[in-house]
Protein backbone atom coordinates (compact mmCIF):
# COMPACT_ATOMS: atom_id res chain seq x y z
CA UNK A 1 0.00 0.00 0.00
CA UNK A 2 2.56 2.41 0.58
CA UNK A 3 4.38 1.87 -2.67
CA UNK A 4 0.78 2.71 -4.49
CA UNK A 5 0.44 6.08 -1.62
CA UNK A 6 3.93 7.01 -3.13
CA UNK A 7 3.13 6.59 -6.90
CA UNK A 8 -0.19 8.39 -5.91
CA UNK A 9 1.60 11.26 -4.75
CA UNK A 10 4.38 11.19 -7.46
CA UNK A 11 1.67 10.91 -10.20
CA UNK A 12 0.27 14.32 -8.68
CA UNK A 13 3.05 16.18 -10.06
CA UNK A 14 1.20 15.89 -13.04
CA UNK A 15 -0.72 18.44 -12.02
CA UNK A 16 2.07 20.52 -10.26
CA UNK A 17 3.57 21.21 -13.52
CA UNK A 18 0.51 23.00 -15.38
CA UNK A 19 -1.92 24.11 -13.45
CA UNK A 20 -4.54 24.16 -16.82
CA UNK A 21 -4.61 20.15 -16.59
CA UNK A 22 -7.80 18.70 -15.32
CA UNK A 23 -7.40 14.96 -16.31
CA UNK A 24 -4.22 13.13 -17.22
CA UNK A 25 -4.08 9.42 -19.11
CA UNK A 26 -1.28 7.62 -20.17
CA UNK A 27 0.09 3.95 -20.82
CA UNK A 28 2.60 3.21 -18.56
CA UNK A 29 5.56 0.73 -18.20
CA UNK A 30 6.86 -0.16 -14.40
CA UNK A 31 9.79 -1.89 -14.07
CA UNK A 32 10.74 -3.14 -10.37
CA UNK A 33 14.35 -4.64 -9.80
CA UNK A 34 14.90 -6.27 -6.53
CA UNK A 35 18.62 -6.11 -4.56
CA UNK A 36 19.07 -9.46 -6.17
CA UNK A 37 18.63 -7.97 -9.74
CA UNK A 38 15.22 -9.79 -9.97
CA UNK A 39 13.25 -7.87 -12.74
CA UNK A 40 9.30 -8.01 -12.74
CA UNK A 41 7.79 -6.01 -15.83
CA UNK A 42 4.22 -4.55 -15.12
CA UNK A 43 1.90 -2.47 -18.14
CA UNK A 44 -1.10 -0.95 -18.54
CA UNK A 45 -2.70 2.71 -18.56
CA UNK A 46 -3.34 5.36 -15.96
CA UNK A 47 -6.26 7.69 -15.67
CA UNK A 48 -6.38 10.60 -12.98
CA UNK A 49 -9.34 13.20 -12.64
CA UNK A 50 -9.25 16.10 -10.35
CA UNK A 51 -9.29 16.51 -7.93
CA UNK A 52 -8.87 12.86 -6.12
CA UNK A 53 -9.59 10.13 -8.10
CA UNK A 54 -7.66 7.61 -10.19
CA UNK A 55 -7.04 4.71 -11.48
CA UNK A 56 -4.24 2.01 -12.42
CA UNK A 57 -5.31 -0.19 -15.01
CA UNK A 58 -2.50 -3.32 -14.90
CA UNK A 59 -2.84 -5.64 -17.92
CA UNK A 60 0.46 -7.70 -17.82
CA UNK A 61 1.53 -9.55 -16.53
CA UNK A 62 -1.38 -10.02 -14.25
CA UNK A 63 -4.68 -8.47 -14.74
CA UNK A 64 -5.13 -6.10 -11.83
CA UNK A 65 -6.90 -2.30 -11.29
CA UNK A 66 -6.47 -0.34 -8.00
CA UNK A 67 -8.65 2.39 -7.86
CA UNK A 68 -8.28 5.08 -5.33
CA UNK A 69 -10.43 8.50 -4.20
CA UNK A 70 -9.81 10.68 -0.95
CA UNK A 71 -9.11 7.78 1.61
CA UNK A 72 -10.53 4.81 -0.25
CA UNK A 73 -8.92 2.24 -2.61
CA UNK A 74 -9.72 -0.82 -3.87
CA UNK A 75 -7.77 -3.35 -5.74
CA UNK A 76 -9.88 -5.79 -7.66
CA UNK A 77 -8.08 -8.67 -8.69
CA UNK A 78 -10.24 -10.18 -11.42
CA UNK A 79 -8.31 -13.84 -11.86
CA UNK A 80 -8.31 -14.58 -8.59
CA UNK A 81 -12.09 -13.50 -8.05
CA UNK A 82 -11.26 -10.66 -5.35
CA UNK A 83 -11.50 -7.10 -4.56
CA UNK A 84 -9.24 -5.50 -1.58
CA UNK A 85 -10.88 -2.72 0.27
CA UNK A 86 -9.18 -0.36 2.31
CA UNK A 87 -8.20 2.72 3.41
CA UNK A 88 -5.55 5.50 3.64
CA UNK A 89 -4.58 6.93 6.59
CA UNK A 90 -4.19 10.60 5.36
CA UNK A 91 -6.33 12.47 2.54
CA UNK A 92 -5.00 13.10 -0.53
CA UNK A 93 -5.83 15.72 -2.62
CA UNK A 94 -4.09 16.68 -5.88
CA UNK A 95 -5.38 20.25 -5.17
CA UNK A 96 -2.58 20.46 -2.51
CA UNK A 97 -0.12 19.46 -5.00
CA UNK A 98 -1.16 21.80 -7.55
CA UNK A 99 -0.25 24.77 -5.01
CA UNK A 100 2.61 22.86 -3.39
CA UNK A 101 4.50 21.27 -5.70
CA UNK A 102 7.66 21.25 -3.15
CA UNK A 103 5.17 17.91 -1.18
CA UNK A 104 6.91 15.63 -3.76
CA UNK A 105 9.66 13.59 -1.28
CA UNK A 106 13.38 14.46 -3.11
CA UNK A 107 14.11 10.52 -2.97
CA UNK A 108 12.03 10.94 -6.24
CA UNK A 109 13.72 11.71 -9.90
CA UNK A 110 11.02 12.90 -11.95
CA UNK A 111 11.18 13.21 -15.62
CA UNK A 112 9.32 15.68 -17.09
CA UNK A 113 9.22 16.36 -21.35
CA UNK A 114 7.28 19.59 -22.05
CA UNK A 115 6.29 20.22 -18.91
CA UNK A 116 4.60 16.66 -18.98
CA UNK A 117 5.45 14.04 -16.23
CA UNK A 118 6.82 11.18 -18.35
CA UNK A 119 9.21 9.08 -16.28
CA UNK A 120 9.79 8.51 -12.74
CA UNK A 121 12.04 6.84 -10.91
CA UNK A 122 12.57 5.92 -6.59
CA UNK A 123 13.46 3.36 -4.11
CA UNK A 124 11.26 1.98 -1.75
CA UNK A 125 11.17 0.69 1.47
CA UNK A 126 12.42 -2.66 0.76
CA UNK A 127 15.60 -1.46 -1.63
CA UNK A 128 13.99 -1.75 -4.64
CA UNK A 129 14.70 0.08 -7.84
CA UNK A 130 11.52 1.38 -9.45
CA UNK A 131 10.78 3.02 -12.56
CA UNK A 132 7.23 4.05 -13.96
CA UNK A 133 7.44 5.18 -17.86
CA UNK A 134 4.17 6.90 -19.03
CA UNK A 135 4.06 7.37 -22.83
CA UNK A 136 0.88 8.05 -25.06
CA UNK A 137 -0.21 10.92 -22.43
CA UNK A 138 -3.48 12.59 -23.32
CA UNK A 139 -4.00 15.50 -21.05
CA UNK A 140 -7.70 17.36 -20.63
CA UNK A 141 -9.45 14.68 -22.39
CA UNK A 142 -13.01 14.14 -21.12
CA UNK A 143 -12.84 11.04 -18.89
CA UNK A 144 -16.13 9.82 -17.65
CA UNK A 145 -16.95 9.56 -14.14
CA UNK A 146 -18.12 5.91 -13.77
CA UNK A 147 -14.65 4.72 -14.79
CA UNK A 148 -13.36 5.48 -11.68
CA UNK A 149 -16.50 3.57 -9.93
CA UNK A 150 -15.79 -0.50 -9.00
CA UNK A 151 -18.49 -2.93 -8.43
CA UNK A 152 -17.65 -5.98 -7.48
CA UNK A 153 -19.09 -9.15 -9.25
CA UNK A 154 -21.27 -10.89 -7.27
CA UNK A 155 -18.89 -14.20 -7.21
CA UNK A 156 -16.17 -11.88 -5.65
CA UNK A 157 -14.32 -12.59 -2.18
CA UNK A 158 -14.73 -9.30 -0.68
CA UNK A 159 -11.53 -8.30 1.44
CA UNK A 160 -12.03 -5.78 4.10
CA UNK A 161 -8.70 -4.37 5.87
Known amino acids: MRVLMSIFLI ?4 FASNLSIKTYQADFTQVIKNPSDKIIKYEGKIYIKQPTKMLW ?13 KLRVIIDEPELEQAI ?77
Open 11 to 14: VSAV
Open 57 to 69: QYRTPIQKDVYMN
Open 85 to 161: FTKLTDEINLIDFLNNPDLVDDKYKLTFKEELLTQIQYSDEMENNIIVKFTNIKINEKIADQLFQFIAPLDYDIIKK
